[in-house]
């Protein structure tokens, strides 16, 4: 829903594979290329190799009962390969945690460097009105809250 507000390019795959020959593999619950970059990859591709694609700009793992490997050993992954951010959806205890990667390393953020603009204290909001609101309240909820960030930010 974000990214379609300020019309930016983006494309998205679930449940697909990245790997790159003889080295590393990793299969993000959801992972995105933004940009100049969206239509990198067909739209059929399951399994991605990194030695033709670039890896994803995005990459998101829903953490129910993976806390521990997510933050762990796929982050180191994820950095190893150049994933620009990377988000872990801490089901049980009901939180966003963001990284973004530099250097072969990663910092906690709580704005998106890949959505500019995207305040990821708005998806932890909407994550906590998810457990006592329905989806489409939710949803309508925090469109309205990214059209006012996206209206704020252009009047910089």
């Excluded at 988000?87 to 973004?100: C, G, I």
Aim: proline letters at 4%; charged letters at 25%; one cysteine or more.
């Amino acid at each position: 829903l974000y990214s379609s507000l300020p019309g930016l390019n983006l494309d998205g795959h679930d449940n697909c594979t990245y790997r790159r020959s003889g080295e590393l593999e990793v299969q993000p619950d959801a992972s995105f290329h933004v940009g100049d970059r969206a239509n990198l990859i067909p739209w059929d591709e399951t399994i991605v190799d990194l030695d033709v694609y670039p890896a994803p700009d995005l990459a998101i793992e829903v953490a129910y009962s993976s806390l521990g490997d997510d933050l762990g050993e796929k982050r180191l992954i994820y950095e190893e390969i150049g994933v620009q951010e990377y988000w872990v959806v801490d089901v049980q205890n009901v939180r966003l945690l963001a990284f973004s990667m530099i250097e072969q390393g990663s910092q906690r953020i709580t704005r998106s460097r890949v959505l500019p603009g995207l305040d990821l204290n708005l998806l932890q909001a909407a994550f906590h009105r998810s457990r006592t609101t329905n989806h489409g309240q939710v949803t309508s909820w925090l469109l309205k809250e990214f059209q006012r960030a996206i209206a704020a930010a252009s009047e910089l």
